[in-house]
């Protein structure tokens, strides 16, 4: 009877088949963990590209603009103090930007209470109608816009080689 691992012919063929078996099993094992580690750096990687997109957003955020060709007289640091003028003032601008907006909302419809029906109704197709033109024409010059393709010319064949 034959012991454990060995086979009729000389015992050889169950050992080397043990052997791959084993072979494998440790090759599968380092791949496996070559890859979950590749996957953690992978995942690092990740969270450090975010990192650094959000610092350079921070980097990047509107301070303010300068008004027209100020850039072109003032130095770096009137550039800064300009930043802060607008920064102090910018929260009134825009609440009043939209008080602003809501005012002209209410006129608009103390405007419209105005017309009758039918001349909401004319309003509405003479509106579209402009719409519809303003679209045809920057439809048509986005087409002059664009380049028109020229095809290949074709070089003419030389007769020396």
């Known amino acids: 009877m034959p012991i454990l691992g060995q086979s009729f012919i000389g015992g050889q063929g169950m050992r080397n088949v043990y052997r791959g078996v ?22 690092a990687d990740k969270e450090a590209v975010k990192a650094e997109k959000k610092e350079a957003k921070e980097r990047a955020k509107p301070r303010g603009r300068l008004p027209d060709f100020y850039s072109k007289v003032v130095t770096e640091e ?18 009043l930007s939209a008080q602003m907006k809501e005012e002209l909302a209410k006129q608009k419809e ?17 509106v579209a ?6 679209a045809s024409r920057a439809k048509a010059k ?11 010319e074709a070089k003419p064949a030389t007769g020396s080689k």
Not at 79 to 94: F, M, N, T
Not at 110 to 126: F, G, H, N, S
Not at 142 to 152: I, L, N, Q, T
């Open 142 to 152: 986005a087409a002059e816009a664009k380049p028109a393709e020229k095809p290949a």
């Open 78 to 95: 009137q550039k800064e103090k300009i930043y802060a003028v607008q920064a102090a003032h910018a929260d009134k601008i825009a609440a």
């Open 129 to 134: 109608e402009d719409t519809a033109q303003r």
């Open 110 to 126: 103390e405007i419209d209470a105005v017309l009758t029906p039918e001349q909401r109704e004319k309003l509405k197709v003479l």
């Open 22 to 43: 084993c072979v494998s099993a440790l090759l599968s094992a380092m791949l496996l963990g070559a890859g979950l580690s590749s996957y953690r750096s992978l995942a």
